[in-house]
């Protein structure tokens, strides 16, 4: 007869390494090999090199850190969010999504989200070009606020709040 009080265990270090390797930026999974940081370029790779929290101040800093694993993130003037996307979501949610001249989204059949946002809006700096454009999705006093990280064509918007929310757009 053996002993099965030692299984919760091994679950929980199961549990553990699976969450060590998600916050690592890891694409391997427990058991498939060892842990193999994301492909520069990627999403992935992005999302782990960013502070969880960015705030204003520290723009300028996510900027090298982009670039530093592919990504851009351009003056204000260099970035161009209207009209049709296809896009998906952290939270799987995916669809096609414009950005109407008039600052509301139309989300196209079939579309599983995010619609919480109807609306967008854009804040940029007339006193520094450099700094990007921020994109307000839903309410500009009450929305989230993306930063638009850039990839060949494809966008990024990284919630400022919390990084580990995004929305991937590419042209569709």
Known sequence: MHDDSILPGRRTLLAAALCTAALAGCTETAGSGPPV???PGSREALIAAL???IEPNDIERTRSLAEGVGWTLPPAAETRIGGRWTFRTQKGEWGTVTFNPDKTLTYGSGAT???????FDTLSSDRNARLPRIIVMG??????????YHRDD???????ANTTQWIELTRG
């Open 37 to 39: 940081a994301a492909a």
């Open 51 to 53: 502070p969880g929290l």
């Open 139 to 148: 309410e500009k006093d009450d929305g989230n606020w993306f930063l638009p």
């Open 113 to 119: 989200g995010p619609g919480d946002f109807a609306r």
């Open 154 to 160: 494809d966008i990024l918007l990284v919630n400022m």
